[in-house]
């Protein structure tokens, strides 16, 4: 029996071929880096891209970058990854979580609101799955408080809000290229910002606090950070750039049918949300089903050798950052939701299979 994965990296021959090519050159100035940046910024529609070696280290160097300290707060959704949090938790900032929306499942604008205070420095949302928050109300609230705004796009390669690209809505936004993302260089992660100031400040903070103008390079006038994302990292990324959309469109392609077969025969599955002003790109197909039958079809599909994956631990009650608070959507939703395989191997029979499986339980 074949293992149905979650997700697979689609790699080739050109990524193999330029990661040798990587290692023949000097891997710390190779030209695959800002060949990388450059391309990726362009396809997202920002004016500067900074790569670096994670998603996590990309939240908090953009964190780092605004300016934000002990004291200060961070609005998060509860419902996302825990490296967004653990980033605020790295620069002393306190995490202020938020519920989702229903509909969407991102952080909910109302709920921002409510937790807004002299405190906030940023508002961080996040794309959740491949779907696009709701930003406009969000750069509102932002705009309102004098508030700066990070977008965790880290699951969003492609996604659109409003027709234009997430990623571009904000102060600074943060991918990753993970290994199971849309695109993959292994390990890596870029920040994308239209400020040249704020790319020259990460630039430097990457690279623990290097200026240029200084004649000894090793004269520092500030703690910074070893982020740099290798040049074999990026001669990966150079080629999976080529296949973006091919690999998007993978993605919607898998999602159309995953929603045919529940539309047509299940009753008590709720798919993966679509709103008509957003194109969401399906980092992961989620659908939610009865709380009470979460484990039972995770557990069939694992006898099945199909590999899945509960959504998310609401972060507001994990014990080391346990507020107390009362987040319903979002507890419902992590305690409902089930990421089924996404990857861009898998075919139609496999998705009829998972589809077939998790209806014979739920119904």
Same mark, same amino acid.
């Given at each position: 029996?074949?293992?149905?994965?979650?997700?697979?990296?689609?790699?080739?021959? =050109?990524?193999?071929?330029?990661?040798?090519?990587?290692? @023949?050159?000097?891997?710390? /100035? $190779?030209?695959?880096?800002?060949? #990388?940046?450059?391309?990726?910024?362009?396809?997202?529609?920002?004016?500067?891209?900074?790569?670096?070696?994670?998603?996590?280290?990309?939240?908090?160097?953009?964190?780092?970058?605004?300016?934000?300290?002990?004291?200060?707060?961070?609005?998060?959704?509860?419902?996302?990854?825990?490296?967004?949090?653990?980033?605020?938790?790295?620069?002393?900032?306190?995490?202020?979580?938020?519920?989702?929306?229903?509909?969407?499942?991102?952080?909910?604008?109302?709920?921002?609101?409510?937790?807004?205070?002299?405190?906030?420095?940023?508002?961080?949302?996040?794309?959740?799955?491949?779907?696009?928050?709701?930003?406009?109300?969000?750069?509102?609230?932002?705009?309102?408080?004098?508030?700066?705004?990070?977008?965790?796009?880290? =699951?969003?390669?492609?996604?659109?809000?409003?027709?234009? @690209?997430?990623?571009?809505? /904000? $102060?600074?936004?943060?991918?990753? #290229?993970?290994?199971?993302?849309?695109?993959?260089?292994?390990?890596?992660?870029?920040?994308?910002?239209?400020?040249?100031?704020?790319?020259?400040?990460?630039?430097?903070?990457?690279?623990?606090?290097?200026?240029?103008?200084?004649?000894?390079?090793?004269?520092?006038?500030?703690?910074?950070?070893?982020?740099?994302?290798?040049?074999?990292?990026?001669?990966?990324?150079?080629?999976?750039?080529?296949?973006?959309?091919?690999?998007?469109?993978?993605?919607?392609?898998?999602?159309?049918?995953?929603?045919?077969?529940?539309?047509?025969?299940?009753?008590?599955?709720?798919?993966?949300?679509?709103?008509?002003?957003?194109?969401?790109?399906?980092?992961?197909?989620?659908?939610?089903?009865?709380?009470?039958?979460?484990?039972?079809?995770?557990?069939?599909?694992?006898?099945?050798?199909?590999?899945?994956?509960?959504?998310?631990?609401?972060?507001?009650?994990?014990?080391?950052?346990?507020?107390?608070?009362?987040?319903?959507?979002?507890?419902?939703?992590?305690?409902?939701?089930?990421?089924?395989?996404?990857?861009?191997?898998?075919?139609?029979?496999?998705?009829?299979?998972?589809?077939?499986?998790?209806?014979?339980?739920?119904?």
């Amino acid at each position: 029996m074949v293992r149905i994965r979650m997700s697979e990296p689609y790699v080739g021959k =050109e990524e193999i071929a330029n990661v040798t090519e990587s290692v @023949r050159t000097k891997m710390r /100035s $190779d030209p695959f880096v800002p060949e #990388f940046e450059s391309g990726f910024a362009k396809y997202i529609g920002a004016k500067n891209g900074v790569s670096v070696v994670n998603g996590t280290a990309a939240i908090h160097l953009a964190l780092a970058a605004l300016g934000v300290k002990p004291g200060d707060e961070v609005i998060v959704p509860t419902l996302t990854s825990i490296g967004c949090t653990n980033a605020i938790a790295l620069t002393g900032a306190k995490p202020v979580f938020v519920d989702s929306n229903a509909e969407y499942w991102c952080a909910d604008p109302k709920s921002i609101e409510k937790r807004i205070t002299k405190k906030t420095k940023v508002i961080m949302p996040v794309h959740i799955y491949g779907h696009p928050c709701d930003m406009d109300p969000i750069l509102e609230l932002a705009k309102k408080h004098g508030i700066f705004v990070i977008e965790d796009a880290a =699951e969003a390669h492609g996604s659109e809000y409003k027709h234009k @690209r997430v990623g571009t809505f /904000s $102060d600074i936004s943060c991918f990753s #290229f993970y290994g199971n993302k849309v695109i993959t260089t292994c390990e890596g992660g870029m920040c994308m910002t239209n400020s040249d100031e704020l790319a020259e400040k990460m630039r430097i903070l990457r690279n623990q606090g290097t200026k240029p103008e200084y004649k000894n390079k090793y004269y520092y006038d500030m703690v910074g950070f070893n982020y740099r994302m290798t040049g074999m990292q990026a001669a990966v990324g150079v080629a999976q750039l080529k296949r973006l959309d091919f690999l998007v469109g993978k993605k919607l392609e898998m999602a159309r049918q995953y929603n045919e077969i529940f539309d047509a025969k299940s009753k008590n599955v709720v798919r993966a949300p679509q709103m008509e002003w957003a194109k969401n790109t399906y980092w992961y197909y989620s659908i939610l089903v009865p709380k009470k039958q979460r484990e039972k079809v995770m557990q069939a599909l694992e006898k099945k050798e199909i590999e899945t994956r509960p959504f998310f631990y609401p972060i507001h009650m994990l014990p080391h950052y346990n507020t107390g608070d009362k987040l319903p959507v979002a507890e419902d939703l992590g305690f409902r939701g089930i990421n089924l395989p996404s990857g861009p191997y898998l075919t139609s029979e496999q998705i009829d299979e998972v589809a077939t499986e998790i209806i014979k339980i739920t119904g």
